[in-house]
């Protein structure tokens, strides 16, 4: 059974904003209006009201809202319910995470794991770690390896895997535009200089609260999805980018770049592993869940 739309129609519910649920769910507007109107269309009356400006659930709507929220909660239940009567755990659990996070956590996350429950099938997504919670909150993804943010929304649980300072790093041929004391830093020394910085994320939002504190917007050459790219620009010549030191202790090219001294520090990356809190009924994520010691 599907219930991605009715999960899409609640997200919608409770955000009123087709662009906020969209992103929410990790899917397109288009996407998304076209579940709506599906579902719209199935029931024979219109679920909200829509223009320019605003979005409002109807009266059917409200109505419909309620039968969503229950018919998502039992057949979460019953498939509980079935599979704790299963002899053994059977089924898939798929996991979220970037490049890096795939060959510095997975192998010593699942190899116990694996061997313990043969009868799970694991399947490993990999992409930009901004978007893992998204991913994990619209239910597109059980679990993802993600940095804990700021404040992480209250519907998911985190566990702590490791702790990586962020750093600035810079290729080893020197540029003009090289700040030349990052000890001591200046807005003189880093308003030429071109940064390479992540898209989005918690990185990012380090990165800009840092140039903010010093009283100078960053000069951005690029923004890019993925720390790895970061390190390949920053090898290449194009100028300084920040990552996580895990980031850079498992690239390929650490030889190719060098660590700025920079003062003040950025904060520490806390990565670890979110799942959303009701999907630790499920006996599979909650048997992988317990597996994984917080450090």
Not at 65 to 71: G, P, Y
């Amino acid at each position: 059974m599907d219930t991605r739309p009715l999960e899409h129609f609640l997200v919608l519910a409770d955000t009123l904003h087709f662009g906020r649920a969209s992103e929410a769910c990790h899917v397109s507007p288009s996407t998304l209006s076209r579940s709506i109107r599906q579902l719209e269309a199935s029931l024979g009356v219109p679920l909200f009201e829509r223009d320019n400006r605003h979005v409002a659930l109807t009266r059917h709507g409200e109505t419909f809202q309620h039968f969503a929220r229950e018919t998502v909660a039992q057949w979460e239940a019953l498939r509980l319910s079935l599979m704790s009567e299963a002899q053994h755990l059977t089924g898939e659990i798929s996991i979220y995470c970037s490049v890096t996070a795939s060959y510095s956590f997975l192998y010593a996350l699942l190899s116990d794991f694996r061997g313990r429950h043969p009868g799970i099938e694991l399947k490993l997504h990999t992409g930009d770690p901004a978007e893992a919670m998204a991913r994990v909150l619209a239910g597109d993804e059980d679990m993802a390896i993600t940095p804990r943010p700021r404040q992480a929304p209250e519907a998911l649980a985190f566990k702590s895997l490791t702790r990586s300072p962020l750093v600035f790093i810079a290729p080893h041929e020197a540029h003009d535009w090289t700040p030349a004391t990052p000890e001591t830093p200046r807005i003189e020394q880093w308003r030429a200089v071109p940064m390479i910085l992540s898209e989005a994320g918690l990185s990012r939002e380090y990165a800009d609260t840092w140039f903010r504190a010093l009283g100078i917007a960053p000069r951005i050459y690029a923004q890019v999805a993925g720390h790895e790219a970061i390190v390949s620009m920053v090898g290449l010549g194009f100028g300084i980018g920040v990552v996580p030191k895990i980031v850079l202790d498992n690239s390929p090219l650490v030889e190719r770049v060098r660590v700025l001294p920079v003062k003040p520090e950025l904060p520490h990356y806390d990565v670890g592993l979110c799942v959303r809190e009701r999907r630790l009924k499920n006996p599979l994520i909650r048997a992988l869940w317990d597996e994984v010691a917080e450090r």
